[in-house]
Antibody, heavy 122, light 106 residues
Framework: QVQLQESGPGLVKPSETLSLTCTVS????????WSWIRQPPGKGLEWIGH???????NYNPSLKSRVTMSVDTSKNQFSLKLSSVTAADTAVYYC????????????????WGQGTTVTVSS | DIQMTQSPSSLSASVGDRVSLSCRAS??????LSWYQQKPGKAPKLLIY???RLQSGVPSRFSGSGSGTDFTLTITSLQPEDFAAYYC????????FGQGTRLEIK
């Protein structure tokens, strides 16, 4: 079965760039969209954006100016970069798979990574 | 942007109870709505997609209904493992989550 694993630094300094990678195992990155979601401590879920294996992406308008996503099909990985971080970007960051079902509308996040905690602090 | 509003923000219930959680969209999203369960320290788990379709492996005591702007997640006969936070998410446009409902043991 498909599994996702986030990786990257757990501590980032203010004004620097947060970089995370999600590795897909047990399945191919091809033919799906892949999402990043975050959850600040004690708060709800926030969609950051998603990227297709072809490289087509869509970002949360509130974060769009700071977000870049990329995909590496040869490594079965996709990545997130968030620039100019502040303490407000401290959160657990999750990667997830967007799935579509025949005859269904929209999509749902059916496979999630375990999440990785990123703290923004000097 | 489409805003998602969940109610109540928290709910106390007992094992065996039937509960209904509400999610409202700020505009028509058809049935492009999913429900997730999240336990402390864990990633969210997909329960329902396309408003009413049960994800594989999810117990049948969970059900979803609604279309347009009003949606409901119903849990019949609450089990101890069901006490968690629940989130709705629309995928009609730029995806957005509701703020969540925390289901607590009475």
């Amino acid at each position: 079965q498909v599994q996702l694993q986030e990786s990257g630094p757990g501590l980032v300094k203010p004004s620097e760039t947060l970089s995370l990678t999600c590795t897909v195992s047990g399945g191919s990155i091809i033919a799906y969209y892949w999402s990043w979601i975050r959850q600040p401590p004690g708060k709800g879920l926030e969609w950051i954006g998603h990227i297709h294996y072809s490289g087509k992406s869509n970002y949360n308008p509130s974060l769009k100016s700071r977000v870049t996503m990329s995909v590496d099909t040869s490594k079965n990985q996709f990545s997130l970069k968030l620039s100019s971080v502040t303490a407000a970007d401290t959160a657990v960051y999750y990667c997830a798979r967007n799935n579509f079902w025949s005859g269904s509308s929209g999509y749902a996040l059916d496979v999630w990574g375990q999440g990785t905690t990123v703290t923004v602090s000097s | 942007d489409i805003q998602m509003t969940q109610s109540p923000s928290s709910l106390s219930a007992s094992v065996g109870d039937r509960v209904s959680l509400s999610c409202r969209a700020s505009q028509n999203i058809g049935t492009s709505l999913s429900w997730y369960q999240q336990k402390p320290g864990k990633a969210p788990k997909l329960l329902i997609y396309t408003a009413s379709r049960l994800q594989s492996g999810v117990p049948s005591r969970f059900s979803g209904s609604g279309s347009g702007t009003d949606f409901t997640l119903t849990i019949t006969s609450l089990q101890p493992e069901d006490f968690a936070a629940y989130y709705c998410q629309q995928s009609y446009s730029a995806p957005a989550f509701g703020q969540g409902t925390r289901l607590e043991i009475k």
